[in-house]
C-alpha cells in the first residue's frame, strides 16, 4: 500500500515535471527539441549523481552536507595532479577521484558510527574542513583551462551515441543505485535501518556499519563528481559547488525521500533533481528573473514535504487502529 | 512502628485531616479494551492522613487504576467521589484540579531545568506583564523543599541531581500543586537503603499533613512497615482489602494468586532430548549476576520476575546486544562467543523481542522484506537477494503460522497486533534457529492469537526447538514451561520444577518472602 502511494507520488512528480515541460513549450518550443531535452538532461547530471548518494544517506535517518566539499576538494586535487601530471590516464584519474571521495565520506561515516555524532553536526563540520583543505591544497589559487591536460578537460564532453559521457556516467550510476537499493542485503539494510533502528538491531544488522556505508557511497559519488565537474568547466578553485548540498538535499525531498528515514526510491531522487534541473534551465530562456527561479524551488520544496506529511499521516492512522485492536 | 504513625496523624488538628473519613472512594469502576477487561467493578477507599498499599501480580489492574485516578483512562462504569461527591475526571488536568497527583516509578521531570522550574513547570508564579517571577518561584521551592526535609538547592539542574533527590524533586511538584491524595507508584524501586528509609520518613510527613497516600509496592517488607490498610487486586478484580493490623504476609500472597491455574494450556508433553545450550557464571557490571543454567531439546524454559528483575537484559546480553562482563555461553557443547546480534543469529539463537513497534517489525517494508531481514544472506547469490527465493520463504514461514494478510506485499504497518507478532515470529523461525527467545510472547494481543501463540511455542518444542519464554504472567508461565527460573533483582532466586511449580513459590520466590511455615 505505502510502496504504491510511493509509485503514485513518482507518477505525480513525473507529471508535474511533464507539464512544466509542456508549458514552457508554448512560450518557447525551442524547449523541447530533443537536443535541448538532452543538454538539460546533462545539464542535471551531477545533481543527479550526488541526490543518489544523499537519497541512501537519508534512508538511514542521516544527511550528508559535505557533499559539495567533498566534490570541490577531489576536484581540486585531481586537477592539481593533472597540472603536475598530465600524461596520467583518465581511468586512473576517474580511480582516485571515487577513492578520495570515498575516503572523506568514510570519515563522516566513522564519526558517526564510532563516535555517535549527530549527522548534521559531523558533517556541517567535516563542510568546512574539506573547504579549508580544498585552499591550504591550492594556496587559494585557481586552476584554469590551459593548465589542465586536453584529454582531462575532453573526457566528460565526449558523445557517445549522441550523448555526453556525463550523461551516460550519471545513467549508469542510476542504475547502480537501482539495483543495489533493491536487491542487495546492504540495501535492504537502508530501509531497514531508516524504517525502525531498534528492530534492524535485533535483525542481526549493525546499524552504524550500515550507515557508514551509506556515508562511503555518498562520498564516493561526490569524489566521481568532483572530476567530472572540474573537467567540465575547465576551471577549480576553493568556492566550486558552493551551496550545492543544500540543492541535492532538495531533490531528495522533492523526490519523496522521507527526512525521518527509510521511506525513498532511486526514481524518486532522479525525478527531484529532474525537477530542479528543468526550472534551472526552463525559467531564463522565457525570460522569468533567476529570483523566481529560488521561489520556485523553496514552494516545491514546502509542497513535496506537505505532500509526505500527509502521506505519513494517513499512515500513522491506519497503525493507530490497528494498535488499538491489539490492546 | 504502625501505632507511632497512626498517632502522629491523629495528633493533626487539620480539619480536611481527620483519620477514619473516607477522602476519596473508588466504586464499581469497571474499564474494557478490546479483547481485555482491565478492570471488572472494583472500588479502593483512601483516608486522609493514611496510607493505603495496593498490592497485585503484574497485570492486576494496579497501573489501569492509577491512570483513572489521575485522568489519563476514563472508566466504563463506577463512581469516584471525593469528600462524599460524586467527580469525573475527564483531563489529566481535571484530576490534578481535584488534587490527585501521581509519582511515577521513573519520575516524569525535564533534565534541563532547574528544580524549581521543575516544581512550578505549568504553574509558576507570574509576576508584573505576566512573566515568570522568578525569585518568589524559588521562595516558594525552597520552603516546599525545605518542609520535606530536603535540602536542595532550587537553582541546581535536575540534570546534576541522583535518582533520590529527583524523588524529593517530584514529590515536592506534588505539593506544591495542592494536592490532597497522593499516589505513589513504586517509589522505592530504584532507591538505595538509606534514601528509602528517608522516603519512609517523608511519607510520614505526608501523612501528618493530612494527604491520602495510595502506595504500590512489590516489596512485602516496606507495605507492612509503612501502610496502613491494604487492597488487593488480583485480575482485574477486587481479591480483598482491610487494615494491616488484621493480616499476615500468607494471606496476602493468597489473595494476590488466589486461584488454580484453570486456564488450559496446549502444552504437549514432549520427551526432552539432548543438552543444547548451556551458560554459566554470566555476569553484567549492573543489570545481573552469575546466571547460570542448561536447556534441552524441546524444553520450555520459563523465566519468571517481577518487572525490574533483569530478566529481559540478560537475554539482551546472551543475544548480543549488550556485553556481560564475565561468562560463558555453549550450543551443543560447544563454546562460542557472541559479540552482536549476527554472530547470535548464525548460532542458532535467536530472540523475539518483547516491543514488537519498537524493537520487532520496520514499518514501512513489506510483510516478506520483514520476514526475510535476518535471513537475506541464504536468499541472495553473488550479493544479489533473489525475489522468488525471498518470496517463497516467506510464504513457507508466514502460511506456517496462518498469517492472515491480503498478500505479502503489504506493509506490516496495516497488521493487527496479532499477525505482526506472526511476522516477528515467522522472522525468527526463517533463520532455522536451534533457540529461540521469547520475551513475553502474548502481552498485548487479544486472547484468540495468545492461544495460538501458545499453540506454536507448543509445536516448537515438540519439533525439538528448546525454547526460553519471559514472562509476568503467572498462568501463562505455570501453563506452558516445562521448568522455571524466577530472577529477583538481577539473580536466581529459585529454580522450580514439577510440584513446586505453583503459583504461591513463584511470588514468594520473585518478592523474597521466605518459605510459609507450615
Redesign the interface.
Known sequence: ???NAVKSREAILALAILAMTGLIATRFPGFIRPANLANVFNDTAPLIILALGQMVVILTRCIDLSVAANLALTGMIVATINTVAPDIPIGLIIAIAISLGALLGAFNGILVWKLDIPPIVVTLGTMTIYRGIIFLVSEGQWINAHEMSEPFKHFPRATIAGLPVLSWIAILCITLFA?IV????LG?AF??VG??P?????????VGFTRFMAYVFAGALSGLTGYLWVARYAVAYVDIAGGFELEVVAACVIGGVSIAG??GSVAGAVLGALFLGVVKNALPVINISPFWQLAISGSAIIIAIAFNARAQRQ?GR??LK?????? | MLASSQAIAAEDGNATAVPGKLLLSLSGISKE????RALSEVSLDLYPGEVTALVGENGAGKSTIVKILTGIYQPDGGTITIDGEEVFFPTAHAASDAGITAIHQETVLFDELTVAENIFIGHAPKGRFGLIDTARMHRDAKSLLERIGATIDPGARLRDLGIANRHLVAIARALSVDARVVIMDEPTAALSHKEISELYDLVEKLKADGKAILFISHKFDEIFRIADRYTVFRDGELAGSGTMADVSEDELVRMMVGRSVDQIFPKQQVALGEEVLRVSDYCHPSEFDSIGFSLRKGEILGFYGLVGAGRSEFMQAL?G?TKPSRGTVSIEGRNITIN???D??SEGIV?V?E?R??????????IF?NVT??S??RT?RH???R?AEEFSLARKYTSRLDLRAASL???V??????N?QKVVIA?WLATEPSVIILDEPTK???IGSKAAVHEFMSELAASGLAVVMVSSEIPEILGMSDRVIVMKEGRIAAELTGEGMNPESLVRAAAGIAEAAK
Open positions: 500500500m505505502i510502496q539495483v533493491a536487491r542487495t542485503p535492504r530501509f531497514a524504517g525502525n531498534n528492530a534492524a538491531v535485533y535483525t542481526g544488522i549493525d527509510g521511506i499512515k491506519v497503525i490497528t494498535a488499538e485492536h491489539a490492546t | 479494551f478490546p479483547g481485555v543475544f546486544i552482536s546480534p549476527a547470535a543469529i530472540y523481542p516491543d513497534g519498537r524493537q520487532g517489525t520496520v514499518i514501512g517494508l513489506p522484506e531481514l535476518p537475506l544472506s541472495s550479493g544479489f537477494i525475489l506485499d503489504q506493509d504497518g496495516n497488521l493487527s497486533g496479532g505482526q522472522k498485548g494481543i487479544d
